[in-house]
């Protein structure tokens, strides 16, 4: 598709239980941001990625969150010993240009992921 | 911690009115400040956005209007449809138009009536 892809799109999981969330992004695209996004508020940042390389990770809530995005494309975020606080809608976003240095500052948001932790 | 503030939280139209959406921030290194607009079910979609150095910017039936010393920016739909009826965010970030990390507000959920 051309757009930017999540799955799953829905993940209903224990307590205590490990999730993994995919992003295949645009293709070409060299920046790639995770947000978090309660019901009811504003995306919230979490990390990015300039092409394979974690540019900025301040947002990840504690150590049970971590992303990777090996090959400077698909990235997945995991989140390890699951909380009922962890159940958000997770948006994967894409930018054509890296996420310093200027450009257009468009952000391409996937349709998300959305996480319930019981 | 809240850096952008938004309101109202709820907006109610009539079609061909006017929506205004506020928002305030606190950091002023802050020098880039788009609008997102999200249908339900969908991701946030880029709107409109804005640099300090201008005080206001209009494409089409939507206008930002930005208030670099009161630290505000605002949104607004002229001739309002019903079709633009969804949640307008706002949002900022620092080092000239980079997305590396953008400040959403907390969303304005806009009803156009027809």
């Known amino acids: 598709g051309a757009g930017v892809s999540q799955s799953p799109r829905y993940k209903v999981t224990k307590r205590g239980q490990d999730v993994a969330l995919r992003c295949d992004p645009i293709s070409g695209h060299v920046s790639l941001y995770w947000y978090r996004q309660a019901l009811g508020q504003g995306p919230e940042f979490l990390t990015y990625?300039?092409?394979?390389?974690?540019?900025?990770k301040s947002g990840l809530p504690n150590d049970r969150f971590s992303a990777e995005r090996p090959e400077g494309s698909i990235s997945t975020l995991t989140i390890q010993r699951t909380e009922q606080r962890d159940s958000a809608m997770y948006r994967c976003?894409?930018?054509?240009?890296?996420?310093?240095?200027?450009?257009?500052?468009?952000?391409?948001f996937g349709e998300g992921s959305r996480l319930t932790v019981l | 911690q809240q850096q952008v503030k938004q309101s109202p939280q709820s907006l109610i139209v009539q079609k061909g009115g006017i929506s205004i959406i506020n928002c305030a921030y606190e950091n002023t290194a802050f020098d880039y400040f788009p609008w997102y607009q999200q249908f339900p079910g969908k991701g946030p979609a880029l709107l409109i956005a804005?640099?300090?150095?201008?005080s206001e910017k209009k494409e089409g039936r939507f206008t930002i209007s930005f208030n670099k010393s009161a630290k505000q920016f605002s949104l607004h739909i002229m001739d309002s449809q019903p079709g633009d009826s969804a949640t307008y965010f706002c949002?900022?970030?620092?080092?000239?138009?980079?997305?590396?990390?953008?400040?959403f507000g907390t969303g304005t959920l806009l009803a156009v009536q027809p």
């Open positions: 990625f300039n092409y394979e390389a974690q540019q900025d």
């Open positions: 804005i640099r300090p150095d201008v």
């Open positions: 976003a894409s930018s054509p240009r890296p996420g310093q240095g200027g450009g257009t500052g468009e952000l391409f």
């Open positions: 949002a900022a970030s620092k080092g000239g138009g980079a997305t590396n990390k953008l400040i």
